[in-house]
């Protein structure tokens, strides 16, 4: 077991998850640790970053990282008290992204444009860490538009159909213990209505977030796939940040990186508070 496997091991055995959730104003829940992660020495995980672009690279294909906020970083103005000071999370994170774009690795940040749909869009759920069907969507559509500028597109040939899923909110299980609770929540339907072009084909590797809704064709890939008209596979790991390196090295040994165009490596903030697995 690599390094940073047993470092997320021993933090889930020692942990009373319930002391993790935070609660806020008007309803909402957070993740406790999200809030403190900011204000700790993270550990550099920019040679990890760019080791991965090196893997992308060498089979012939591009990578491109998105990292997903966190729903404090979206709605802090729902928490009781800043401890720390928001200002502290906004310094924390710009270092962050400002040493992902020094590796010259292709990234996209995606909190600005989470900032300004929020006034018009529900991007999370009041009691869960993960983001909305709405987020998804749009969170695909700005990676859709930045990889058609690098010349990754095919025909348009899919719908978007509303509808409802529902959902057990991991906030509100952890802090009350309930299995058992399902919210409903709106969300966007892509059905495909012709097949989407294979040659310009683009991989998917990311956390939880793109696992979310993968049942009814309403998660990332398939709203990927919608705006760019590629054909789009998705790959998802726990721990999608620590782990995402050793996935792409096994893609590579495996000689299956080789028939993308392009990999996005798509994972929430949070996941820096641990060092990316290089090995």
């Not at 550099?44 to 080791?51: E, P, V």
């Not at 995606?110 to 987020?135: C, G, I, M, N, Q």
Request: net charge positive; glycine share 4%; hydrophobic share 40%.
């Amino acid at each position: 077991m690599q390094a940073a496997t047993l470092v997320l091991v021993a933090f889930a055995l020692v942990t009373n998850w319930r002391q993790y959730v935070l609660q806020g104003t008007n309803g909402w829940l957070y993740y406790r640790e999200t809030l403190q992660c900011f204000v700790k020495k993270l550990p550099d995980n920019t040679s990890a970053i760019s080791k991965a672009d090196s893997v992308c690279k060498s089979a012939g294909t591009r990578l491109t990282v998105v990292t997903v906020p966190s729903s404090i970083e979206v709605y802090p103005e729902y928490l009781l008290h800043f401890d720390p000071p928001i200002a502290d999370i906004w310094w924390a994170r710009s270092g962050i992204v400002k040493r992902i774009r020094s590796a010259g690795v292709d990234y996209i940040d995606l909190l600005p444009a989470f900032r300004e749909e929020k006034k018009k869009s529900v991007l999370y759920e009041k009691l869960d860490t993960h983001w909305s069907s709405a987020a998804s969507c749009l969170s695909a559509k700005i990676v859709a538009e930045h990889l058609n500028a690098a010349g990754l597109s095919g025909p348009n040939r899919y719908r978007l159909k509303d509808s409802t899923a529902q959902f057990n909110p991991d906030l509100y299980r952890i802090k009350f213990d309930n299995d058992t609770f399902l919210a409903i929540t709106p969300i966007r339907v892509v059905v495909p209505e012709t097949i989407s072009d294979d040659s310009s084909r683009i991989l998917v590797i990311g956390d939880s977030h793109t696992a979310l809704f993968m049942n009814s064709n309403a998660h990332f890939a398939a709203h990927v796939e919608l705006y760019t008209g590629c054909k789009v596979d998705c790959f998802r790991i726990i721990n999608g940040g620590v782990l995402g390196f050793e996935k792409l090295k096994e893609l590579l040994n495996k000689g299956v990186l080789r028939k993308y165009k392009r990999v996005v490596w798509i994972f929430a903030d949070r996941a820096f508070m641990f060092p990316f697995e290089t090995e």
